[in-house]
């Protein structure tokens, strides 16, 4: 691959354009619901750029030093659609202002280094001469580039940062030795965060295979991979290591990779799930939707907000680091989850003190993350619920499958404050009644008018405007056809007991783990995962996933 050849203004090179692709797999069919497709192609070799929280994450490893508020101001990550649906995409760009963040929080980052090189940490051998001071700088380029870049250092990278180290080294105080190898230093490092092979993952395999042929990833690439899928951070000694000796090329040898990097990193495993789990079901604390109108929903707050955000990652976290494994049946109808003073008197129960407690609650109210406020919140208008958008997110997030468009003659709603008071669900099953919109309605709001006991914040009701509530629905496209509920709590069992949740999980944990939607290569694997997951920990299907071809196997093409 190639390797930084610019001594300094790297923003240039990243601002040009590129997309993160190498090729591309868009003309690749995916394989949604499919039974195992044999012989298929598989995916094509690409370059990935890593997310905002990467590179936040990969920078305090690399450098030793907290840098998150630095790069607090680069791009925010969002799920890329036409990606794999997560904010980790190949479709993810270097746009002139992720360029231009990314510049001046190098800047940042580098002076605030420059303030950890010190006799202390480097040697008085480094600060005796600039002569001296330049070997020292080679041999930090070399170890700390080894991180940065995830591969050995070139001659050509030590090449090309020397001479960014000696430009910045002569901006330095003259005459004091100290502070010009500390400049240059803070020079190297900001060159670094901004050069691509900092910047993008490949999964490019072996230069000598012709476009088309088949490629294996190489070692470097299989452990930088095998690390941000499972952990979000660069990889560790053990794994460089593991590299080093081509052990990662065997499947086994990368399943246990998974499990020992979960063990030893277990908040970094939980804060992968913290994102996989919202970003699959649609929980968002940043949307406009979380702007709630007050007058309507009083129990709100910006308060209440923060403790459902506190409340979703403690449930994930407990979740995904349970004695009885990360069960997606657990996650869809445990009743317990986690409350203070402040998010309590959502779910009618009273609690003392801003301490979060793990608490069970009704469970004729409450099973899983799908009725807890989060979900329910993300899922909703700012003054009421949205059967549409619940319904939605059932579809495409348990059963896979994406509504038609809506055509050109939808006929509007009638407005909230005119007219007679009346239930949200009345006003939408005004989209069931016409001929417009029933056709595709009908694929997915049943679904979401089952959730209609929880208001637009989550809190449980039984009338709105003087009515009663009517949560009845269907499970709308289940195998051996519609299944009616009379409730959210009925939704969710039937879909923590589906074998096409089984599948759906399978190919959205797939997604999120490799950064992109599966191909008809992936097939025949998906499927054998999905038929094993009932039951099953999330954790085995990761390691599955990890351990697969799918994983890392790839058509050469370069364009």
């Not at 949604?32 to 990969?58: D, N, W, Y």
């Not at 789990?277 to 968002?284: C, D, E, S």
């Not at 069992?493 to 783990?513: E, I, M, N, P």
């Amino acid at each position: 691959m190639r390797t930084v050849k610019a001594a300094f203004a790297l923003a240039v090179v990243l601002a040009s354009g590129c997309t993160g692709l190498i090729g591309s797999h868009g003309s690749d069919t995916q394989v949604g619901g499919e039974l195992c497709v044999q012989g298929a192609p598989p995916p094509t070799t690409r370059v990935r750029r890593l997310t905002k929280g990467e590179i936040q994450r990969s920078t305090t490893a690399i450098l030793g030093m907290d840098t998150t508020s630095a790069l607090a101001n680069l791009d925010a990550d969002v799920p890329i659609n036409g990606g794999s649906g997560f904010t980790n995409s190949d479709a993810l760009v270097v746009s002139d202002s992720f360029a231009n963040g990314l510049n001046l929080a190098a800047e940042t980052i580098g002076t605030a280094f420059k303030a950890t090189v010190t006799k202390t940490a480097y040697g008085s051998t480094c600060y005796g001469s600039d002569s001296a001071a330049a070997t020292c700088a080679e041999t930090f380029i070399r170890k700390t580039g080894k991180l940065a870049f995830r591969r050995d250092v070139t001659d050509d990278d030590v090449t090309a940062l020397d001479a960014v180290y000696m430009a910045g080294r002569d901006t330095g105080t003259d005459g004091d030795v100290g502070d010009r190898f500390a400049t240059g230093l803070s020079w190297v490092v900001r060159a670094m965060l901004q050069s691509p092979d900092f910047l993008y993952l490949t999964e490019l395999g072996d230069p000598a295979v012709a476009n088309g042929g088949k490629t294996t990833l190489t070692s470097n690439e299989i452990a930088s991979a095998l690390s941000f899928s499972v952990i979000g951070l660069p990889p560790d000694d053990d794994l460089i290591a593991a590299a080093a000796a081509n052990q990662l090329g065997d499947g086994d040898a990368r399943a246990a990779q998974v499990d020992r990097l979960i063990a030893a990193y277990p908040d970094a495993w939980k804060q992968q799930m913290r994102l996989f789990v919202p970003q699959w079901l649609g929980i968002n604390y940043g949307r406009p939707e979380w702007a709630k109108d007050t007058s309507a929903l009083p129990m709100f707050s910006s308060d209440l907000k923060d403790a459902l955000q506190t409340e979703t990652q403690m449930f994930v976290d407990d979740w995904a680091t349970s004695s009885d494994g990360a069960r997606v049946d657990a996650l869809l109808t445990s009743s317990s989850t986690f409350v203070n003073s402040v998010n309590a008197p959502l779910y009618g129960v009273s609690v003392s003190g801003s301490t979060f407690q793990k608490m069970a609650l009704d469970p004729t109210q409450r099973a899983g993350i799908l009725t807890f406020g989060g979900f329910l919140g993300s899922t909703s208008h700012v003054a009421e619920t949205s059967p549409v958008m619940r319904g939605k997110v059932i579809m495409q997030k348990f059963f896979c499958q994406d509504p038609p468009a809506p055509p050109a003659n939808v006929p509007p709603l009638p407005p909230v404050d005119q007219g007679p008071p009346t239930t949200t669900r009345a006003r939408f099953d005004t989209h069931l009644a016409s001929d417009a919109c029933s056709g595709c309605h009908k694929l997915f709001q049943p679904m979401g008018d089952a959730f209609e006991e929880y208001d637009a914040i989550g809190a449980f009701r039984s009338e709105q405007n003087g009515f009663p509530i009517d949560s009845s629905g269907v499970l709308v496209g289940a195998t051996g056809g519609d299944k009616p509920v009379a409730n959210a709590i009925e939704l969710v069992k039937l879909l923590a007991q589906s074998g096409q949740t089984d599948d759906c999980v399978t190919r959205q944990l797939f997604r999120f783990t490799v950064g992109r939607p599966e191909v008809p290569f992936d097939s025949c694997m998906l499927t054998e995962t999905a038929q094993n997951l009932h039951g099953a920990d999330l954790r085995q299907v990761l390691t599955a996933i990890i351990k697969s071809d799918s994983f890392v196997v790839r058509t050469v093409n370069i364009q």
